[in-house]
């Protein structure tokens, strides 16, 4: 199966695309489009979004129709990253009319996934603009999407946070519970050879003995803008640090001007909505 070029790192599209179609397609049969639709009819369709949104996901979508009829012709007439008007039209396909309504829903449900997390995501950029501060995205992602996922927030303009447990430490209050203090996890996650430490800290008391023992950035979690301007300025550029914990669209503009150098937002992946996006086929 020869798919169109499109490479994530960690993310194998064409392994994707045969488990997706597998699940929806279960003994291999499609039994309404082989019942109704004769096995030489063509349709041509165009995708459309009914919402404004920030599109994601579209090589993806075109996989699925490449990946039941290669010669199917599709025209993209958006990129991934584009924001666009409700009623854009976003993709032009012209092929088998079975593949096409085959793989019709696979191709649907991840466009609108992903662009949904992508716009809620420029949300979020918009309204901390001019401030300095970097919103990033978390692993609150739905367990085997996480890399796509993430590839939305940044086609929302976020920058991606840990991918995993693996490239980064990220102490929180259950190692420090098990260290002892805030000091000593540190100090064993420098003993072990850890580059990035990111050090969850939620009392100003906590700031010093991490810096000292070593922390590479401070997770400043569920302080109020005033907390957070004073933890900044304690810090004083010594590492980056992060407001983490119940940032709100409403909320986030406040907690950008104290001064951090990120946001951490967990509902661009936890709780965006799916964007309104349809395809209308018909025969040629």
Known sequence: MSLPTFTLDGFDLDAFVRATLAE????GRDVTSEAVIPLDARFEGVMDSRDAIIVAGLPIAEAFFRALDPDVEIERLVQDGERVAAGTDLMRLRGNARAMLTAERSALNTVQHLS???TLTRSYVDR???TGATLLDTRKTIPGLRIVEKYATRMGG???HRMGLWDAAMIKDNHVAVAGSVEEAVRRAVAAGVERIIVEVDRVDQIEP???AGATHLLLDNM???SL???VILVGGRVPTEASGGVR???IRAIAETGVTYISVGRLTQSAPAADIGLDFAAI
Do not use: F, Y
């Open 116 to 118: 949904g997390i992508a």
């Open 224 to 226: 109020d803008p005033a």
């Open 128 to 130: 901390i603009e001019g």
């Open 158 to 160: 976020a920058t991606n």
């Open 210 to 212: 991490a810096l000292t």
């Open 249 to 251: 669209l409403e909320t």
């Open 24 to 27: 929806d397609l279960g003994t």
């Open 229 to 231: 301007r004073g933890a």
